[in-house]
């Protein structure tokens, strides 16, 4: 995977700059199954694998919003979701579980293609207090996920090695769909 160019890079300062802007990388189906905003968000996601910033957050959860309502419409697991799912989860914020967990639940692909470490990343403890205190509609659904192999026994460590390995990845993996 190749550094963005300088325009990606620019895009990327106005959309940290300026939320109104993020509206051009809504979820806008097409024709051909995919959606007229995907490349945009792409070049965003990769922008920020290059260049993440503490206050990239907010961006982040937006773009996986994206990902979801684009997986959720059909079928299918894009390298878009798994980078976005990566970058947000690289934040560490037990508030960003239930949408992680949204994520891995997307569609059929999503839930067998994806495992919920990315759940796990604000930390595996304050992940399952959270979830076990919840009144959420999926808090069973995820304990049950959360009580299995590898994840019974998991440590933020897991967690830790898990993200290495996923941003090592994107770095040495030619055959990464179109983010390579």
């Known amino acids: 995977m190749s550094e963005p160019d300088a325009e ?50 907010a961006l982040l959860r937006f773009l996986l919003e994206q990902e979801i309502r684009w997986a959720e419409e059909g079928w299918g697991l894009s390298d878009r979701l798994r980078l976005s799912m990566l970058l947000l989860a690289e934040h560490a914020c037990v508030q960003d579980a239930w949408l992680q967990w949204r994520a891995k639940i997307a569609n059929f692909d999503t839930e067998m293609g994806l495992d919920i470490w990315a759940v796990l990343a604000g930390g595996v403890d304050a992940v399952r207090s959270m979830v076990a205190a919840s009144d959420h509609s999926e808090r069973d659904e995820l304990l049950s996920y959360l009580a299995e192999e590898p994840y019974a026994g998991a440590a933020d460590e897991d967690v830790e090695r898990w993200l290495l390995q996923q941003r090592t990845g994107y770095f040495r993996a030619p055959e990464r769909g179109s983010l390579s």
């Open 8 to 57: 990606r890079a620019q895009f990327l300062e106005v959309l940290r700059a300026d939320p109104a802007s993020w509206a051009g990388l809504c979820f806008a189906p097409a024709e051909d199954d995919d959606d007229v905003n995907a490349s945009r968000r792409e070049a965003v996601l990769t922008a920020i694998l290059f260049d993440p910033q503490p206050t990239d957050r």
